[in-house]
């Protein structure tokens, strides 16, 4: 596997991302969450006046978790129907037979699709995320303590998706895989909000639930990571037991042995996704 190959692959990969038409239904789902927020967040004020700073800290923590819970939807639903046709649609098209006709590893291939669907990915959530942190900054005027970090741990959640998705897509058909990576996504993140409720509640079992998803997919431990990063770090200190379990509220931060595990599970689901392409018949 030679680094040109692999940066050759990614750079056609992300050439390729750029001009489908998942990416003009990625902007506009993005500017409509803009809008929306926008015209959302200038709201609050009005309606709720009367705040005291603490109060307004709150529900502007809350409403921006809402809203980057919105963009990293959006961003799992585009990530994971960009990643099924990179290898599913390949093989099916036979665009791959074409490729790897030539002395090319297929390994170098996977990993150049993997680093250009990267690259779009976490770009997209980059500048998207940023714009609305902008969005609330004029608004109503919050700026989260942590935005490189919140952003980077979005960013990080993309590429668990979509390495997962790529996985989907060399056993399964590009619709099939696209489905199933944004099902699970889903499916990952009610247990996490179950799990949250248990450890509210002291359920250690119901607490459990939301342990194992987050050890199984790694993406609703980095969305709890970046809810942490976005929100103010007094809101819950000066709330206390009455926010524990809310769905748009982190209590704590990731912890480095997470972070490592997250790295560790996106090599070893790509390395099984090099191991199935390799023994694929084109």
């Known amino acids: 596997m030679t680094v040109r190959t692999v940066l050759t692959?990614?750079?056609?990969?992300?050439?390729?991302a750029t001009r489908r038409r998942v990416l003009r239904s990625l902007a506009a789902l993005t500017i409509v969450l803009l809008a929306l927020s926008a015209w959302g967040f200038s709201r609050i004020d009005a309606e709720f006046g009367g705040l005291?700073?603490?109060?307004?800290?709150?529900?502007?923590?809350?409403?921006?978790?809402?809203?980057m819970f919105g963009l990293s939807l959006i961003a799992a639903l585009g990530t994971a129907f960009l990643a099924g046709p990179t290898l599913a649609g390949d093989m099916e098209s036979g665009a791959a037979l074409?490729?790897?006709?030539?002395?090319?590893?297929?390994?170098?291939?996977l990993v150049g699709k993997w680093l250009g669907l990267?690259?779009?990915?976490?770009?997209?959530?980059?500048?998207?995320?940023?714009?609305?942190?902008?969005?609330?900054?004029?608004?109503?005027?919050?700026?989260?303590?942590?935005?490189?970090?919140?952003?980077?741990?979005?960013?990080?959640q993309t590429v668990v998706l979509l390495t997962l998705g790529l996985l989907l897509s060399s056993v399964s058909s590009p619709m099939a895989s696209g489905v199933v990576a944004v099902g699970l996504f889903g499916a990952t993140w009610i247990a996490g909000v179950v799990g949250a409720f248990g450890t509210a509640l002291d359920n250690d079992s119901v607490a459990r639930v939301g342990t194992v998803s987050r050890m199984l997919l790694p993406t609703d431990g980095l969305w709890r990571g970046a809810m942490n990063a976005f929100q103010d770090p007094?809101?819950?200190?000066?709330?206390?037991?009455?926010?524990?379990?809310?769905?748009?509220?982190?209590?704590?931060?990731?912890?480095?042995?997470?972070?490592?595990?997250?790295?560790?599970?996106?090599?070893?689901?790509?390395?099984?996704?090099?191991?199935?392409?390799?023994?694929?018949?084109?």
């Open 118 to 156: 990267i690259a779009f990915g976490a770009g997209f959530v980059a500048l998207a995320g940023l714009a609305q942190l902008l969005v609330v900054r004029v608004t109503v005027g919050y700026w989260p303590p942590q935005p490189v970090t919140g952003l980077a741990l979005l960013a990080a």
């Open 52 to 67: 005291t700073s603490g109060e307004a800290r709150l529900v502007a923590a809350m409403v921006l978790n809402l809203v």
């Open 9 to 16: 692959v990614a750079a056609l990969t992300l050439q390729e």
């Open 234 to 282: 007094t809101v819950l200190r000066q709330f206390g037991p009455a926010m524990q379990g809310h769905p748009f509220l982190s209590d704590a931060s990731l912890t480095v042995t997470y972070l490592a595990w997250a790295g560790l599970w996106v090599v070893l689901v790509l390395g099984l996704t090099g191991m199935v392409f390799r023994r694929r018949d084109l």
């Open 98 to 109: 074409a490729i790897l006709a030539r002395p090319v590893h297929r390994f170098a291939v």
